[in-house]
């Protein structure tokens, strides 16, 4: 892997540059998003309390990933959760979010998880063919399964 695509999990004192590529994800998307000073606090103080895990990507860096962990009850161990994949639209296509998703997977499995969700939308079909690609599914205990559907709404 050329020294473009290296990826390396993040410190407290990334969070700027990862706050920097948050706030253009989500304002790429017009998905409400806090100032990026906000962002880069909070980034930071997950960084340092251990709630999120943080990847970046690319010499920019050009992408990032973040993931959660929580205990299952199901299996007694840990599932992940991919909250955040994302790559700036001019590096897209050189392999930097299968380079962000194998080490999420990496980190996850080095924890110790057994499991790993995440969700997107249904138009989104660059990241669907990028996790689907990973062995992602969206069916439930089987390829012909249901369809899974993520819900979600604000408190």
Known sequence: MSSDHAVRRAIAADADELAR???DFN???DEY???VTVLSKRIAEHIERDHSTFFLAGTGPDGFASVRFRPSL??????AYLEELYVAPTERGRGLGRALLDAVMEE???RGADHIDLGTSEDDTAARGLYESAGFTNREGRPD???MLYYERDL
């Open 145 to 147: 399964g249901p369809v």
């Open 27 to 29: 304002t790429e998307f």
């Open 74 to 79: 199901i299996s007694g161990t840990l599932d």
């Open 108 to 110: 996850a499995r080095g």
């Open 33 to 35: 998003v806090p100032a």
């Open 21 to 23: 590529l948050l706030h």
